[in-house]
C-alpha cells in the first residue's frame, strides 16, 4: 500500500544514499576500478558506505594506499587492520619505490614527498590498469576541489582539465574513458568536515587513535605546529614544547599538523569542530599555504 | 575540561535543500553566495584572510565576496565564473548544497549540470539591466530541467537608489515573459549583494518590501520535487551473488542493488521486472545487512524477491499494475552541450537511469528562440541549443514523462567517440 505522505530523508541519510549509489555505479560501469584507503577518517567513512553498498557480497574493488613513507605508524597500523577485518584485498604503492626507480626526483633531500604521490598513483594505474579510482576527496576542503565534478575525468597523463569538465546531470554520471585514460570519483564530494565527524559518531567508527586528544612534542613553525618525529625532527634553536593536540586530519607527516585540543571523545571533536574557526585544511595543511593556487595546480599534474 | 561539550544544541533535521544562483554575467551570482555564506558566519576565518589578501592584491578596498566561489586560477584571473563551484552552508535546522551557475552564454552546460539537480533556483537580475537574454535563457533551463521553486532576486538594488519604481517594472517584465513559458510559482525579492540587504538581514533601505527575506524564502522552501504520489520506480545498478563458501546461507542469495527513484516499495509487494515481464514479489528489503519493511525515494536499498528470475544491470523493477511506458521512440526536449554539433546522421549513446541504448535523431520538431520563444526549423543543434527532437533507440527503455518522473524522465546523450556527455534530455 502505498503511503500519501512523501518521506524524506535526514540529511546524513541522504549524504549515505548519495555515496552507495555513485559506488554502485562505478561497480556497474568500470570493469577494474579501485578505492584510495589511506586509513584516514574520510576513508574510514567511504569503507562504511562500501559495507552499506556490497554486502553481503565482497567489494568490487581492491583498496589501494599510496604510501610515501612518511606517515604515522598508528594509521599505516590501521589500514592494515581495517582490511584484515573487512577480508578485503590491499595494495599498498609507495613513493620510496618510485624513487628508487628514478620517476620521483626530490629536490631536497627533506623535500615533502606529499605532491609525489601523484606520480606513483600514476605508476599504480598503469601497473594494474585501474579505469576508475574512488578516493575521499570533499568538495568543502577546497576551493578547487569545489569545482570538481563526482565523476572526474583525467586524460593518460592524469591531468584535469578544470575548464573543460564533462557536464553531469541528474544522477546519470558518465565513467566512460579509453585505455589509457581514468576517472576519478568522489562519493563523499557533498560532504562537510562537520558531516564526516556526525557519520563517524553515528556509525560508531573506528579511527586510529591520533585524531584523538594526546599529549604531543611539536615545534612551531610559520604559525603551525610541527610534530617532532624522526621524519620531522627538531633544528638547532627551536623550543620543543609538548601540547594537548589531535590532527584533523592525517596525511604525510611533514606537512599536516595537529591542532590544539581536548577533545578526547567523538561527541567532544563534533563540538569542538561546531564552533571552529579555521578551515580544516588552513588549520592542519601546510603545503597548501604556499601558492593560491596549489591544490588545482597539482590536480592538474594527476593528484588526487 | 571546558564547556564545549554544551555547546551546540542538538540539531533539528530539516533535510537538505539544494539551490543554485543563475542569470546573466555580472549581476552578482558569486557575491550573493559570498555574501550569504559571510552574513550567516560560515566562512571561517581563515578563508576569510586569505580572500582579504587577494582582494588587496587587486586593489580593492572591501573584500571581494565573489572570491568564495570563484575558484580556479582563471576565474580569479578574469572576475568571471567559468564552471559550477559547490558551498554547503547550515542553519541549524537544515544543510543546503550551494551551486554557484557561470553566467557567460559559453558556459551554460555547467549552468544546466548545476540546475539539474537543484530544488531551488535563484535567478539574478542586475537592476539597472533588468531582463536579458541570458536572464531568459536561465529561466527558461530552470523551468525545463522542472525546478520547483523559483526566486527572482532584483539584485544591485543600491545603484538604483533602492528603487520600489524599478523594482516593479523589472517585475512586471520578468512576470509577462514567464507567462509565456508558463512559470507559475515566482517569488521576487529586492536585494544588494554587496551591502547584504534582504539576504539574512533586512537591512535598512528596502522598506517598502513586506516580503520575505532570502534565507526564510530558503528555509521555508520545500525540498521535494513532486506535489504527487508517485509510481515506484527501482532502476538495477548491481546485482550481489555473494557464493561465499564459508556460509552456505547466502550461496542462494541475489541481491538487486540500486536506489528507488520514486515511489514506495514494501515488503510483500507485487513487482513486476522489465524487460522481461516477469512477476514477482518482494521478499526482503535490506540495507548494509538489516531490513527494512519498506522503503522509499531516494533511498539506496537491496531487493530480494521470491522468485528467481533472470535480472541485470540496466533491468527495471516495478508495482505490478504500475508500468512506466517500453519504448524504442521518444520524444524530448534537448539541451545540446557539445562544441560539436548535433549530427543527425550520427548514431550516439543514450543513457537513461542504469540502461545504455544506441540511438539515432529521428527528427528535429523545432528549434527554441531565446530571444522570442519562438519554435524554429532547424538541421542541426549547435552547443546550447534547446530543441524538441525525437530518438529511435536499438533497445526499448522504461519511461515516464518528465514531467511526471524526473528520475526516469530524464536521459543524457554521450558521444562514444569522445565519451563525451553532449547532450541533457527531458522526454515528453
Ligand atoms: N553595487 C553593487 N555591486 C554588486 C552587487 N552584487 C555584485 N556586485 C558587483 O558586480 C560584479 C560582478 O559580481 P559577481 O558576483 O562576480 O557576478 P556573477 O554574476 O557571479 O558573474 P559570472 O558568474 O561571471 O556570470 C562585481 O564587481 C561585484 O562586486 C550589488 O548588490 N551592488
Ligand atoms: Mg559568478
Given at each position: 500500500m502505498t503511503t500519501l505522505t512523501k518521506q524524506t530523508l535526514s540529511h546524513l541519510d541522504w549524504l549515505e544514499s548519495e555515496a552507495i549509489h555513485i559506488m554502485r555505479e562505478v561497480a556497474g560501469q568500470c570493469s577494474n576500478p579501485v578505492l584510495l584507503f589511506s586509513g584516514g577518517k574520510d576513508s574510514i567513512c567511504m569503507l562504511r558506505i562500501a559495507e552499506k553498498a556490497f554486502r553481503p557480497g565482497r567489494f568490487p574493488f581492491p583498496l589501494m594506499h599510496i604510501d610515501t613513507g612518511h606517515n604515522y605508524k598508528e594509521v599505516t597500523d590501521f589500514r592494515d587492520k581495517r582490511a584484515a577485518e573487512l577480508g578485503e584485498r590491499l595494495i599498498v604503492r609507495s613513493v620510496e619505490d618510485s624513487m628508487a626507480r628514478g620517476t620521483v626526483v626530490l629536490k631536497s633531500a627533506d623535500e615533502s614527498r606529499n605532491k609525489h604521490q601523484s606520480v606513483t598513483l600514476l605508476e599504480a594505474i598503469e601497473e594494474f590498469g585501474f579505469d576508475a579510482c574512488i578516493g575521499g576527496a570533499r568538495r568543502d576542503e577546497e576551493k578547487a576541489r569545489a569545482k570538481e565534478r563526482i565523476f572526474s575525468f583525467r586524460d593518460e597523463f592524469g591531468q584535469w582539465d578544470p575548464k573543460n569538465q564533462r557536464p553531469e546531470l541528474w544522477d546519470l554520471y558518465n565513467a566512460r574513458s579509453f585505455k589509457g585514460e581514468n576517472i576519478r570519483v568522489f562519493p563523499i564530494s557533498n560532504w562537510t568536515e562537520f558531516d564526516v565527524w556526525q557519520y563517524i559518531e553515528r556509525e560508531q567508527l573506528e579511527l586510529p587513535s591520533i585524531y584523538y586528544a594526546h599529549v604531543r612534542a611539536i615545534v612551531r613553525r610559520q604559525g603551525g605546529m610541527l610534530p617532532v618525529t624522526d621524519i620531522t625532527p627538531a633544528r638547532p634553536g627551536d623550543t620543543i614544547e609538548n601540547v594537548r593536540v589531535r590532527f584533523r586530519t592525517v596525511g604525510d607527516i611533514t606537512c599536516t599538523a595537529p591542532v590544539e585540543s581536548d577533545a578526547d571523545t567523538i561527541a567532544r571533536i563534533i563540538a569542538e569542530t561546531a564552533i571552529t574557526t579555521i578551515t580544516e585544511r588552513g588549520a592542519t595543511r601546510l603545503d597548501d599555504q604556499t601558492s593560491e593556487a596549489s591544490m588545482e595546480q597539482r590536480k592538474k599534474e594527476g593528484y588526487f | 575540561m571546558s564547556a564545549i561539550e554544551n555547546i551546540p544544541a542538538e540539531i533539528q533535521d530539516n533535510g537538505l535543500l539544494r539551490f543554485l544562483t543563475c542569470g546573466s554575467v555580472d549581476d552578482g551570482k558569486s557575491t550573493l553566495i559570498g555574501r550569504l555564506l559571510f552574513d550567516s558566519k560560515t566562512i571561517l576565518a581563515d578563508t576569510l584572510h586569505a580572500m582579504e589578501r587577494t582582494s588587496k592584491k587587486r586593489g580593492m578596498e572591501a573584500i571581494d565576496l565573489s572570491l568564495l566561489t570563484d575558484g580556479l586560477q582563471a576565474e580569479r584571473e578574469q572576475g568571471i565564473t567559468i564552471d559550477v563551484a559547490y558551498r554547503y552552508f547550515t542553519t541549524g535546522t537544515r544543510k543546503y548544497i550551494i551551486a554557484d551557475a557561470p553566467g557567460h552564454e559559453q558556459y551554460t552546460r555547467n549552468m544546466v549540470t548545476a540546475a539539474?539537480?537543484?530544488?531551488l533556483a535563484i535567478i539574478l537580475i542586475d537592476a539597472r539591466k533588468g531582463v536579458l537574454t541570458q536572464t531568459r535563457r536561465h529561466s527558461y533551463l530552470a523551468h525545463l530541467v522542472n525546478i520547483p521553486h523559483i526566486v527572482v532576486a532584483i539584485n544591485k538594488m543600491d545603484l538604483v537608489d533602492y528603487s520600489q519604481e524599478v523594482f516593479d517594472r523589472i517585475m512586471a517584465d520578468y512576470l509577462a515573459f514567464a507567462a509565456r513559458l508558463g512559470i507559475e510559482d515566482v517569488h521576487f525579492i529586492p536585494l544588494s549583494a554587496l551591502n547584504g540587504d534582504m539576504i539574512v538581514d533586512r537591512g535598512e533601505r528596502l522598506d517598502w518590501y513586506r516580503g520575505p527575506t532570502l534565507i526564510d524564502l530558503l528555509e521555508a522552501a520545500s525540498a521535494s520535487h513532486v506535489d504527487h504520489q508517485e509510481s515506484f520506480r527501482f532502476p538495477v545498478q548491481y546485482v550481489c551473488?555473494?557464493?561465499?563458501?564459508?556460509?552456505?546461507?547466502?550461496?542462494d542469495y541475489r541481491g538487486f542493488m540500486g536506489r528507488v527513484e520514486s515511489g514506495v516499495v514494501a515488503i510483500g509487494d507485487a513487482v513486476t521486472v522489465l524487460p522481461s515481464g516477469r512477476e514477482t514479489h518482494v521478499k526482503d528489503i535490506q540495507i548494509n545487512t538489516g531490513s527494512l519493511p519498506q522503503a522509499f525515494a531516494e533511498q539506496s536499498i537491496t531487493l530480494l524477491l521470491d522468485d528467481e528470475i533472470d535480472i541485470s544491470r540496466g533491468d527495471m523493477i516495478v508495482k505490478t499494475g504500475e508500468l512506466p511506458s517500453v519504448t524504442k521512440q521518444i520524444d524530448a526536449m534537448l539541451c545540446w552541450l557539445s562544441e560539436s554539433p548535433l549530427d543527425p546522421r550520427r548514431k550516439y549513446l543514450i543513457r537513461h537511469t542504469t540502461r545504455d541504448s544506441k540511438a539515432m535523431l529521428a527528427g528535429i520538431e523545432f528549434r527554441m528562440d531565446i530571444n522570442t520563444m519562438e519554435h524554429q526549423a532547424a538541421e542541426k543543434l549547435a552547443m546550447n541549443d534547446i530543441a524538441k527532437v525525437s530518438f529511435k533507440l536499438a533497445q526499448p527503455i522504461f519511461a515516464d514523462s518528465y514531467a511526471e518522473n524526473r528520475g526516469t524522465g530524464a536521459f543524457i546523450v554521450i558521444d562514444e567517440s569522445s565519451n563525451n556527455t553532449v547532450g541533457a534530455g527531458m522526454i515528453l
Open positions: - | 539539474s539537480t537543484a530544488d551473488r555473494p557464493q561465499d563458501a564459508a556460509n552456505p546461507e547466502l550461496h
